[in-house]
Structure formats: structure tokens, C-alpha cells
């Protein structure tokens, strides 16, 4: 188990190195990967070495325990033609080939057994590098929202000074302002070089709709009996002109004063519905 010690230990170095002088984390990781990656290549060369000499012992083991039955079998032949001097000397033989085997099968069992702990060892290695390889893209999408999360808190700090708001907002109206002076601009051009005849005339054609419009209010209410439509049309037409005859009518007043008249009135009305109920 050296060589994985030895591996434990150089990644280990290695990382804490890069950790030391890291500025850019995602390079870091990957970096890391690539390191893992490459060890465990080199590991992957050394479990192949020891189970080529594994399959070599295994392969020793079963060449002597040949030559022993080999020398066995001879001492038996001689045996059998009366050459008690020959068995002797094959059984020699055979005794230090068996021997031999038995050594080698030893061997073989301790290696075979290292081996098989090399390759254990290898598997978890390589499960655990692609579990780093995993948990970097995690750590990698961790670290870009919380860069993210930096940026945004660092530009909402920025805008905390009210001077950059206060700015928006003095030009925000000054613009409305510029509007409201090119639209006074215009209508009062429009008022001095329109025909005063002709706005009469429209200022009329208003109070009559008015009046029309009160005129169908009052049937939709039931206070007034439903009407021909000619004869409703007619009413409003004469109420318009009506009230267009004097200077003192509502339509003749200027837009402000109407609104405040209109709004005391109907708030004098108010106060008598409340006083009904």
C-alpha cells in the first residue's frame, strides 16, 4: 500500500500549494481534477505492474510443481527397471523442484493478495475522483452565485447615496415641467390666434352635450318620464343655447371657479342627503 501512501501524500502537497497562491477558484478545482487524474494513471501503472508479477509468480509456481511431478514420474520408471540409483537421484530432483514450489506458492499467495488490495485500493481512488469531479461542479456553481450575490451587494451599497436618485429626480422634473410650459404655450396660442366666433360656437356645442347628457340621467333615474329622442335632442339643443345667451352661465366662467363652484354645490348637496338620512 506505499504507492497509494505516496500518491495520498504528493496530492496533498499539491493541493495545499495551489491553495496557497489560489486566486481564481474554478481553476483551482479543475486544476485539482487534472492532478487526480494524472496520479491515478500512475497509479493504474503500478497495480498493472504488480499483477504482471503476480501472473508471473502464479505462472513459477505451476512450472515447478511440473518439473516435480515430471521427476516423480522418472524416479517411478527407474523404479520399475530396477534402478533403485536412478529413483534415488530423481527423487532428489523432485524433492528440490517441490520444494521450490512451495516457496514460489507462498510468494504467489502474498502478492496475489496485495495485488487484489492494489486493485481495492484503485477502484476507491478512482470512485473518489470522480466524486471530487462531481462536488467540483457544485462548488464551482457555489462560488459563481455567491461572486454574483458580491456584485449585486456591492452595486445596491453604491446606490445608497441619495445623490445619484436626487439627481434623476430634479431632471424628472424639470422635464414635466418644460412639458407643461410647451403645452401652456400652445394652448395659449391657440386661444390668440383661433376665431373667437368659432369658440363660442364650440363652447355651446359643449354645454349642449352637457345638457343632453343631464336630460338622459334624470330617465335613467325615473325623475323624468322617458322622452322621443328628437324632442330630447331639441331640449338640450334650446338648454344649450340658453345657456350660452349670457356671460354668466357655467360654461362663460373660467375652468377654475366652475370647479369650485360645483364642488360646493355638491357638497351643500351631500350635507342635505345626510341630514335626510
Known amino acids: 500500500?506505499?504507492?497509494?501512501?505516496?500518491?495520498?501524500?504528493?496530492?496533498?502537497?499539491?493541493?495545499?500549494?495551489m491553495i496557497a497562491q489560489a486566486e481564481d477558484p474554478e481553476k483551482l478545482l479543475n486544476q485539482v481534477i487534472?492532478?487526480?487524474?494524472?496520479?491515478?494513471?500512475?497509479?493504474?501503472?503500478?497495480?498493472?505492474?504488480?499483477?504482471?508479477?503476480?501472473?508471473?509468480?502464479?505462472?513459477?509456481?505451476?512450472?515447478?510443481?511440473?518439473?516435480?511431478?515430471?521427476?516423480?514420474?522418472?524416479?517411478?520408471?527407474?523404479?520399475?527397471?530396477?534402478?533403485?540409483?536412478?529413483?534415488?537421484?530423481?527423487?532428489?530432483?523432485?524433492q528440490e523442484y517441490a520444494e521450490r514450489a512451495q516457496s514460489l506458492h507462498e510468494t504467489w499467495q502474498r502478492q496475489a493478495a496485495e495485488t487484489a488490495k492494489l486493485r481495492d485500493a484503485l477502484h476507491q481512488l478512482n470512485e473518489k475522483i470522480e466524486e471530487a469531479r462531481r462536488k467540483k461542479n457544485l462548488l464551482v456553481a457555489k462560488q459563481r452565485r455567491a461572486l454574483a450575490q458580491k456584485r449585486i451587494h456591492e452595486t445596491m451599497s453604491g446606490l445608497s447615496d441619495r445623490s445619484a436618485f436626487e439627481a434623476f429626480d430634479r431632471m424628472a422634473e424639470r422635464i414635466d415641467e418644460t412639458e407643461r410650459r410647451?403645452?401652456?404655450?400652445?394652448?395659449?396660442?391657440?386661444?390668440?390666434?383661433?376665431?373667437?366666433?368659432?369658440?363660442?360656437?364650440?363652447?355651446?356645442?359643449?354645454?349642449?352635450d352637457a345638457e343632453y347628457r343631464l336630460l338622459e340621467l334624470k330617465q335613467k333615474m325615473g325623475i323624468l318620464p322617458p322622452a322621443p329622442e328628437p324632442a330630447a335632442r331639441q331640449l338640450g339643443q334650446g338648454a344649450a343655447g340658453q345657456l350660452g345667451q349670457g356671460d354668466t352661465s357655467p360654461?362663460?366662467?373660467p375652468s377654475g371657479v366652475r370647479d369650485a363652484e360645483l364642488l360646493e354645490e355638491f357638497e351643500a348637496l351631500e350635507q342635505e342627503e345626510r341630514g335626510k338620512a
Open 1 to 17: 500500500m506505499g504507492i497509494f501512501q505516496k500518491l495520498r501524500t504528493l496530492i496533498r502537497s499539491n493541493i495545499n500549494d
Open 34 to 94: 487534472e492532478d487526480m487524474r494524472e496520479q491515478l494513471a500512475r497509479a493504474k501503472k503500478e497495480v498493472a505492474l504488480a499483477m504482471a508479477d503476480e501472473s508471473r509468480l502464479r505462472k513459477q509456481v505451476e512450472t515447478e510443481g511440473q518439473q516435480a511431478q515430471e521427476w516423480e514420474r522418472r524416479a517411478m520408471l527407474a523404479v520399475r527397471q530396477g534402478r533403485d540409483d536412478l529413483a534415488r537421484q530423481a527423487l532428489a530432483r523432485q
Open 182 to 208: 410647451a403645452l401652456a404655450a400652445a394652448e395659449l396660442s391657440e386661444e390668440m390666434s383661433g376665431d373667437p366666433l368659432e369658440r363660442e360656437f364650440a363652447q355651446l356645442g359643449k354645454g349642449g
Open 251 to 253: 360654461a362663460a366662467l
